[in-house]
């Protein structure tokens, strides 16, 4: 992977940490969840009249992301209710880059040399060692947050690689994002207001700023990504992207008082081999 590239998506890696740590700090999860997203859509809108009109064949893969991110969202916000940022966040971040290398690779073509697989594999493990027995209970990993949990990292999956299609085609990574966080963020205001009727707008007012901050740097770390994956294998940019959950630890630790575990320190360790790995490779 070049220099700029893996820069650019540790820096993406922060960015969607930050946001991540917003859904916490919501007193309704979901509805922070799509706040984020209709406000990162609203920033999204004032920049379409900069960018190109995303070509037919991008147009699918934008639709299917957008309802892959509704799934995304709403299991996201489910595994908040069972279990802290720093169980939840690796879990669902660290196993979507299983998923996303085998299919890249089968449908994508996208090879990994040995040293690139042997990084993934690396970092994809200490993602998984930091969510053991991460959480305030001593009791480990509930059924109920692990199956919301890798839920997510499905869906994590499905849009990373439908997007990584769709820019590759749409031959455009800003505009293919720009459009995508447009429509996403329409269909979770609509998706929003059929679960919960219209009115569930008005309890958004007093949390504005914080959906501002947390859509700018949504769209931020994502359009990113999407740019990454047009010139980097997908397994890569999406494994990489998960170290985010590194610094999700640290805002967990020093913002919402979660614990910090010796075994969250040698994951942390493991994490940074497998990054060394795969950038060397």
Not at 153 to 165: K, M, Q
Not at 268 to 277: D, E, R
């Amino acid at each position: 992977m070049d220099t700029s590239v893996f820069l650019v998506v540790m820096a993406a890696a922060a960015l969607h940490a930050g946001w991540n740590a917003l859904l916490k700090i919501g007193l309704d999860r979901l509805l922070t969840a799509t706040l984020i997203q209709m406000a990162a859509g609203l920033v999204a809108m004032l920049a379409l009249p900069f960018v190109a009109f995303p070509v037919a064949a991008a147009w699918p893969w934008i639709i299917l992301s957008a309802v892959l991110h509704i799934g995304y969202n709403n299991f996201l916000s489910r595994a908040y209710q069972y279990g802290d940022l720093g169980q939840v966040y690796p879990l669902s971040r660290g196993s979507s880059p299983l998923i996303v290398a085998l299919l890249s690779v089968l449908f994508l073509h996208d090879g990994l040399d040995h040293a690139e697989l042997l990084g993934l594999l690396t970092l994809v493990i200490g993602i998984w060692l930091m969510a053991w027995r991460g959480g305030r209970s001593s009791a480990g990993l509930s059924r109920p947050m692990l199956f919301c949990s890798l839920m997510t990292a499905a869906f994590i999956a499905g849009y990373t690689l439908s997007d990584a299609v769709g820019a590759r085609s749409n031959g455009d990574a800003l505009s293919y994002a720009a459009w995508l966080f447009a429509v996403n963020g329409w269909v979770m205001a609509l998706v929003i207001a059929v679960q919960r009727g219209p009115r569930v707008f008005l309890q958004l007012g007093p949390y504005w700023k914080s959906g501002l901050a947390g859509g700018a740097m949504s769209l931020l770390a994502y359009s990113i990504v999407i740019w990454a994956m047009t010139r980097a294998p997908v397994a890569l940019v999406s494994a990489l992207r998960e170290t985010s959950v590194v610094f999700a630890l640290l805002i967990g630790w020093l913002a919402l008082k979660e614990p910090m575990p010796a075994i969250r320190l040698l994951a942390c360790l493991v994490i940074a081999i497998g990054v060394v790995v795969m950038k060397l490779g």
